[in-house]
């Protein structure tokens, strides 16, 4: 198996192209950076990559709300695209901004009749935050969390707070495992997550939402900021640390793959 | 063609977040308690549209119906007016015509994805308050909730119909009898003009046209004016100064080149073959020595008038310009990450105590904080360094320092602009905002400022400015053209102005493009319209530069050339309407020439309390709790500042994350392990004591705060940014002389260089009480941002303490130096010594330190700044979650005893307390050697801060938990 090729989508606004190409090239995969008025010209083009990667920024300024307008493109002129790509058996990783653009664009979450099925919207706090959160997985079958437990990755969003249109539709996803990633106690307490571990007010405390198949994968915090032993906010305390911990989602997408 | 109003409020069920905020602004600021209001935000659309357009466009595109619901109808229908919580008074606040508004500019772009048709759209917020009485309401409108410098506020039904912006513009030059002005019409004309030209300047100019035997149009008046600016030109730093202090009378022919400058100039000599400088006050940025692949540049700049009108824009658009400065050094350096800086008045000053004009400084406060947050998190270069310095003096001239340091590789390093390249501008376009922003800047703040400059106040879209980066560095990669070049102030004048200095260059200013119709062609040359460069392009690379920039959305424009002329020379549709000798234009200005004296307070003895009356628990519980020291964790994590994925140390550290690191770590190059340490110094306080120590301590500061991590003291370079009241007193103007000449003595004396530099003069306010003239002038603010390196991030260190039993050391001595302290800020005392720097010990410190961080013998370093010694520990113990028992018998002192209070708060400069494990303090001492150091005492298992007198008192004993909490609470918003 060749290395597998990324697209990392980059739009005007983004800007967590370049270090998330790094990451997936230190986990063995060959990213490229592609402009979304090449895609949008030739819609063709993700046909010949494995993965494909909406990283974070601020596409058009999450001008209206983030990832709305983005989003919207991609309803309107790339759905086929990215269905037969989802179709082919292929990965969609979307982080922070991507999560928000895969959210309004409906690839993640299909509509439910009155719209969309959920959102990511402001945080409770009303600001945009930067800070690190401890995660639990909790998803069989998502090819990006094969093998993790827990991960420590920082946030740096304002609208990162998951809310579905009613409580059927929470229950029905989380019976089908897709809320698969949640913020847990720093602490390790068990009596519930609150604020600034769940850092945004999210119900059930979601920080990643995959597709039935587990081939999608949505989330605001940032693994790609924790590929290096130095990126961790305590080293200087704990140690390096011979593994980062977001570095093994890149390597679960790219060894999915290699594994085939 | 109809005009809708799609309003949006959040569902039943979910929280206003914006009418919280309000209410509780209102209630901080003293305007109203407890007060009902209900906000949304809303959206003008004009356009060829039917209401099921308009509803699917609110669903789809304007609104989140999960959490919010929306009105949608034509301006006018009542249900726009009908109020969601009973509230009878609606308050709309909109961007006035012409001012950015980069949500309704994508919005119009969006709209047309959809394939529906408009032609204009507007965002607008709307409130629901009330039966207030007017007076309430027209002071929470003024106050809080719009600002009349940018927005227009509508009480009641929105009194128009339909939108238009901008009517033709007839071409009509204007030419200026300037010949015959007399002394008196010279002086009107600059005044009225905004020209903000001296009477000498204005004769010379006079004199100029009159040799030409023609007079000058206005164009021309605005270029000279731009040019000679104090803004674009330094004239006055950079100016002849006759000074006098103490040690008799200096004089300059040009003071910044003879000190600071002077000081690189001797230090790149003395290091020969090892200087480590590449371009230093040249260039946009000044640029130094990273590895074997690249160079890095450094940059900071003030905002401060625009920030005091209207502190969002003010700092929104100060961050844009400062990142387009590294942009626009050498070839174009790529922005890594932004240091930011401000000087607020007390955000508890009541609201009625403000004179005329001024902005309630929590307002200011927010309004900056969240400008620099939505442009710098959005631009994607993380903010990693920053400080707050509160003083009532800054309540009418807030200063907002942004910085930014950029990565270029190092044959990328310098431009040529050639004669026959096309002039291009690049990004977003010209409108008529920042209309006078260069010479604005050296005129004085009145109460009248806001209605005499609100056209020199902006908001910026960074995303267009992200846009203009992405493309820059292909461009610059791909080689596609020969300079560049930032907009900044002064705009297209100043930009092609510099660039062809030293060739001439001819200007199409009908070819540029507008935002909007009606600007006049010396509008377009003066407009300072943000997230613009300029760049020159030679014909033949035009073709492919011009398809990049197409691919991804960036208009460029040629709107000139750069002829071997020697002049400018400017156009409108083919009419001529300047032509002035690049001659004149950049040398012609008269010297200002300037006395300044220099004499220092009689030094004051500092009294201290009876020692029985005064609790030095309670002392050190309300240094934490002052302003400068407090937490900024409030600030900071609205700052991404791990965005780029070279975050090493980030600004807070600690077992919990929310200690005070001493400067920020960062790797540019991620396959690397080499880093850059960044941070700042800055002593205000000292100031009011002598200006040559204050400006020492600063740099002192700087360095210790980036040696305490890790940074190579030999490898340190610094930046001045010098903030000043009215240099035209020469007690003033002495008091920065004074400051430089110590820049120069210490840069020298560390080895360490500026490289490059900026001021900002005539930081005062004025207004009239009972028809006297009152003035508020800035305390001397020296800002020092450095910028060191990191061999290998691997070997940093942070600040909180590690593990109990470890040994703390206390590097460095302690003198008599309460002056300006923040005990006597504590205390309300007065006088003392301030802090001095020893020079050649300090050098000895800062490379002892490093000699003892690099094989791993300090597990935590934090220097000692305000508070001094006490404060220090403090900040340690909770940061790392661990007590300390120290005692202050061992405590290195000056050739003068110290007593308790001062060994515990002194602010003596070139301190550090270091935790070493105790198998490492043999090679800690060898390490540190001959210079003052002493071991004061253990981290310890309880969690307390204890400290022990010589006579065995405990002068402090508190636990962690309280010490943090009076640090952390005052900000924490």
Redesign the interface.
């Known amino acids: 198996m060749p290395t597998p090729r990324v697209l990392i989508l ?1 739009a ?5 192209d ?2 998330t190409a ?2 997936f090239e230190l986990a063995g995969g060959a990213p490229e950076l592609v ?1 979304i ?2 895609l949008l010209e030739d819609p063709s083009l993700p046909s010949g990559y494995q993965i494909l990667c909406l990283p ?3 596409s ?6 983030a990832g ?2 983005l989003g ?2 991609i309803r ?1 002129h790339l759905q086929q695209t990215l269905a037969d790509f989802k179709e082919a058996g292929k990965l969609v990783l979307g982080i922070c901004n991507g999560f928000q653009i895969l959210m309004n664009s409906g690839i993640l979450l299909p509509d439910a009749e ?3 099925s ?2 990511l ?2 945080n ?1 706090s ?7 959160v401890n995660l639990a997985t909790g998803s069989e079958n998502c090819v990006f969390l094969q093998g993790i437990e827990t991960m420590y990755l ?1 946030v ?1 969003h304002a609208e990162g707070k998951f ?3 009613d409580q059927t539709m929470l229950d029905t996803l989380n019976g089908a495992g897709q809320l698969a990633l949640r913020y847990a106690p720093l602490n390790g307490s068990t009596d519930g997550v609150p604020y600034p571990d769940n850092p945004n007010g999210s119900e059930l405390h979601v920080a990643g939402v995959c597709d039935p198949t587990g081939r999608v994968l949505g989330l605001m915090p ?1 693994p ?2 924790h ?2 032993p ?2 961790h ?2 080293w ?2 704990e140690g ?1 640390k011979e593994q980062a911990d977001g570095l093994k989602m890149f390597q679960n997408a790219v060894g999915f793959f290699a594994a085939d | 063609m109809k005009l809708w109003e799609i309003d949006i409020y959040p569902a039943p069920g979910q ?1 206003d ?2 009418a ?2 309000v209410a509780t602004d209102a209630s901080d600021m003293g305007l109203a308690d407890n007060l009902a209001i209900s906000a949304a935000r809303g959206f003008l659309v004009q356009g060829e549209l039917n209401e099921e357009q308009a509803e699917r466009l609110a ?4 609104a ?4 919010e619901r929306t009105v949608v109808a034509p301006v006018g229908d009542p249900q726009l007016q009908q109020s969601p919580n009973g509230k009878s008074r609606l308050v709309h606040v909109m961007p006035k015509p012409g001012v950015m508004d ?2 309704a ?3 119009l ?2 709209i047309a ?2 394939g529906l048709e408009a032609n204009t759209v507007r965002t607008l917020r709307k409130f629901w308050l009330g039966d207030l009485p007017d007076e309430t309401l027209s002071a929470l409108t003024s106050r809080l909730l719009a600002n009349d410098a940018i927005e227009q506020v509508v009480i009641g039904p929105l009194p128009f119909d339909h939108l238009q912006l901008g009517s033709a513009y007839e071409f009509d030059l204007v030419r200026i009898p300037i010949r015959e002005l007399d002394d008196d019409g010279l002086t009107k004309l600059s005044k009225e003009g905004q020209l903000y030209l001296t009477l000498v300047e204005m004769q010379t100019i006079q004199q100029h046209f009159q040799e030409l035997g023609r007079d000058a149009t206005d164009a021309e008046l605005e270029s000279v004016a731009q040019t000679w600016s104090e803004h674009c030109s330094h004239k006055t730093l950079a100016g002849r100064i006759a000074y006098r202090d103490e040690n008799g009378e200096q004089r300059f022919e040009n003071m910044l080149k003879e000190t600071i400058f002077a000081a690189t100039q001797q230090i790149r000599h003395d290091l020969g073959d090892d200087d480590w400088c590449v371009s230093v006050f040249e260039d946009n940025a000044g640029i130094v020595r990273f590895d074997d692949d690249y160079n890095v540049v450094f940059k900071v700049e003030t905002h401060n008038h625009p920030s005091a009108l209207e502190p969002y824009g003010g700092a929104n658009t100060g961050i844009g310009g400062v990142i387009r400065d590294p942009l626009g050094t050498g070839m174009g350096a790529k922005p890594i990450c932004n240091t930011d800086v401000f000087c607020f008045a007390p955000p508890d000053t009541p609201a009625d105590e403000l004179p005329g004009g001024v902005l309630h400084p929590r307002r200011v406060m927010k309004g900056v904080v969240a400008g620099v ?1 939505d442009y710098g ?4 270069i993380p903010t990693v360094n920053g400080a707050l310095y509160f003083d009532k003096r800054y309540l009418g001239n807030p200063l907002v320092y942004c910085g930014n340091v950029g990565l270029i590789p190092r044959d990328k390093s310098s431009k040529e602009p050639q004669a026959g390249d096309w002039i291009v501008a690049l990004g977003g376009r010209t409108g008529r905002d920042g209309i006078h922003g260069a010479t604005f800047s050296s005129a004085e703040l009145t109460s009248e400022s806001e209605s005499l400059s609100g056209g020199a106040v902006q908001i910026g ?3 267009t400015e ?2 203009v980066l ?1 493309i820059i560095l292909e461009a610059r990669d791909r080689g596609l053209y020969s300079a560049i070049t930032d907009c900044g102030a002064g705009g297209f004048s100043s930009a092609v102005g510099e660039m062809g200095e030293k060739i001439g260059a001819e200007v199409w200013l009908d070819k540029a493009p507008l935002k909007y119709d009606g600007l006049s062609y010396t509008e377009i040359w003066i407009s300072e319209a943000q997230e613009r460069m300029v760049l020159s392009v030679p014909p033949e690379k035009w073709d492919d530069f011009e398809s990049l920039c197409r ?3 960036v208009e460029a424009t040629i709107i000139g050339k750069f002829v071997p002329t020697g002049r400018l020379q400017l156009k409108y549709n083919g009419n001529e309407v300047a032509d002035l000798s690049m001659e004149f234009l950049h040398d012609g200005r008269p010297p200002v020439v300037r006395e300044a004296i220099y004499q220092a307070p009689a030094v004051k003895p500092l009294t201290l309390p009876a020692a029985v009356s005064i609790d030095l628990n309670q002392t050190l519980l309300k240094i934490l709790g002052s302003l400068n020291v407090a937490s900024k964790e409030w600030v ?15 600004p ?4 919990k ?1 929310d200690g005070p690191g001493d400067a920020a770590v960062v ?1 540019p190059v ?2 690397s ?1 080499r880093g850059l340490a960044i941070s700042c110094g800055m002593n205000p306080h000292f100031g009011d004591f002598d200006t040559y120590h204050m400006a020492a301590s600063a740099i002192d500061e700087a360095m210790r705060n980036c040696v305490a991590v890790g940074a190579d003291p030999s490898r340190i370079a610094i930046l001045d940014n010098f903030c000043w009241g009215y240099t035209d007193r020469p007690e003033t103007l002495g008091s920065l002389v004074r400051a430089a000449l110590a820049c120069r003595d210490l840069a020298v004396a560390f080895d360490t260089p500026f490289i490059s530099g900026k001021d900002s003069l005539n930081n005062e306010f004025s207004y009239e009480i009972d028809g006297q003239k009152q003035t508020i002038s800035i305390p001397p603010s020296l800002l020092i941002s450095a910028m060191g390196q990191v061999a290998d ?2 070997r ?3 600040m ?1 303490l ?1 593990e109990a039993g470890n040994a703390l050391y206390l590097v460095g001595l302690t003198k008599n130096e309460l002056g300006g302290s923040h005990f006597s800020l504590v205390e309300h005392l007065d006088g003392g010594n301030v802090p001095q720097v020893d020079i050649e010990v300090a050098k000895r410190t800062f490379a002892a330190i490093h000699a003892a961080i690099q094989p791993g013998c300090v597990r935590a370093c934090h220097d000692l700044s305000e508070g001094g010694l006490a404060v220090a520990i403090a900040e340690m113990a909770f940061a ?1 979650g661990m007590g300390a028992d120290i005692a202050l018998a061992e405590v290195p002192q000056g050739s003068e005893e110290a007593c308790n209070v001062t060994l515990l708060f002194s602010e003596s400069n070139s301190r550090f307390v270091c935790e070493v494990p105790w198998d490492k303090q043999p090679d800690f001492e060898h390490a540190i050697g001959g210079v003052p150091h002493a071991k004061i005492g253990r981290v310890s298992e309880a969690d307390r801060l204890k400290i022990e007198a010589s006579n065995g008192v405990l002068l402090i004993d508190c636990d962690l938990a309280t010490l943090k909490e009076a640090w952390q609470s005052p900000l924490r918003w």
Not at chain 1, 12 to 16: H, K, L, M
Not at chain 1, 60 to 65: N, Q
Not at chain 2, 377 to 380: A, D, E, T
Not at chain 2, 652 to 655: D, E, I, K, T, Y
């Open positions: 980059r005007p606004g983004t800007n967590c370049h270090e790094h990451a402009h008025n090449q974070g920024g601020f058009y300024g999450d001008d209206i709300a709305r307008i919207n493109q309107h009155s719209g969309t959920a959102t919207t402001w409770d009303g600001k945009f935050e930067d800070r690190w920082p740096a809310v579905t249109r940032h790609e900021r590929v290096d130095t990126h906010p305590r200087t305390r390096l | 929280p977040l914006v919280t905020a669903r789809e595109l304007f989140d119906d999960v959490v980069p949500v500019d994508s919005a772009n969006a994805d959809f947050r998190n959005r631009m994607g879209n960074a995303i992200k846009m992405d691919n991804e959305g900071i994590r609205q700052y991404d500042h791990e965005v780029q994925g070279g975050s090493v140390i980030k807070l550290v600690g077992v994350n790797r991620l396959k392990h991030v691997r940093c260190v942070t909180d590690k790392g």
